[in-house]
Nanobody
């Protein structure tokens, strides 16, 4: 069983930055594709970014390209989401997820992921 714990959320002004972390149990990053999703109030959960189990591939939603960066530290077994130039519409609960199936290309749909964290709240003030 993979356990994922997100942290790093908070309140930031528009134009500011945050870095989210997702600590995974075991050797998850070496054997799972990892993704970030977000869900705003009244909206469905949506894909934000993903990184492959090898670390060689990444994918981003069009709405965050050029502003967000997904990365990982295999030694720390942690995935990061660096968020720059934040906008009010980026406010949401951000979730970390793991895909155990070595999916290629990277999965972009939430039903392709097998394990989920509890989420961390990001609030962006205008």
């Amino acid at each position: 069983q993979v356990q994922l714990v997100e942290s790093g959320g908070g309140l930031v002004q528009a134009g500011g930055s945050l870095r989210l972390s997702c600590a995974a149990s075991g050797r998850t990053l070496s054997t799972h594709n990892m993704g970030w999703f977000r869900q705003a109030p009244g909206k469905e959960r949506e894909f934000v970014a993903a990184i492959s189990w090898s670390g060689s591939s990444t994918a981003y939603a069009d709405s965050v390209k050029g502003r967000f960066t997904i990365s990982r530290d295999v030694v720390k077994n942690t995935v990061y989401l660096r968020m720059n130039s934040l906008k009010p519409e980026d406010a949401a609960v951000y979730y970390c997820a793991a895909d155990r199936n070595y999916s290629d290309p990277l999965p972009l749909e939430e039903d392709e992921y097998d394990y989920w964290g509890q989420g961390t709240q990001v609030t962006v003030s205008s």
